[in-house]
């Protein structure tokens, strides 16, 4: 099924990442808040280990033909990496990364460490843009890596025809 999107898709897949995130973190036990801050999207609190971490959260949807294609992170020259460090100092968090990526007939969340990210997964420094690769075996190396944290949805859409 081609996925149509509506004039404000970007806005509306955006906070959905977010919630999704948040809602997984709050069911494994994580205080959580989203925030209206640069650099983050949302705090969350590990109680029993006093972890405090900092999501900086990318959501897309792909089309068919489309489903592997990358995740724009960080535009360096922009200085967004800057903004997650920053905003992470100021509320004292670990700064971390989450991807959303949904497709017509499933959907990824992955979260991990900047940590982890930067020293498995950035590839060169000086990069114009850090990117989150979704080519199979990118997802295959994920999944053997205990440091990200991974969720697949499977959508099984029944009557959802509007044409």
């Avoid at 990318?58 to 905003?87: C, H, M, P, W, Y």
């Amino acid at each position: 099924m081609e996925i149509t999107r509506s004039s404000r898709h970007q806005k509306i897949i955006g906070d959905f990442g977010e919630n999704m995130i948040c809602n997984w973190l709050s069911r494994s036990g994580f205080e959580v808040t989203l925030v209206d801050h640069t650099g983050i999207d949302i705090v969350a609190y590990n109680p029993s280990t006093n972890q405090r971490l900092g999501i900086t959260v990318k959501s897309r949807t792909r089309n068919i033909g489309k489903e592997d294609g990358s995740v724009n992170i960080f535009f360096n020259r922009k200085g967004d990496r800057q903004r997650l460090l920053s905003a992470c100092e100021f509320f004292a968090c670990a700064p971390w990364i989450a991807v959303y990526v949904e497709t017509s007939e499933s959907a990824d969340i992955y979260l991990t460490s900047l940590k982890n990210y930067d020293e498995k997964y950035r590839g060169r420094e000086g990069k114009a843009i850090d990117d989150w690769k979704m080519k199979k075996k990118d997802k295959e190396r994920y999944e053997k890596d205990a440091n990200i944290k991974h969720i697949k949805i499977e959508f099984h859409a029944t009557n959802w025809d509007w044409s």
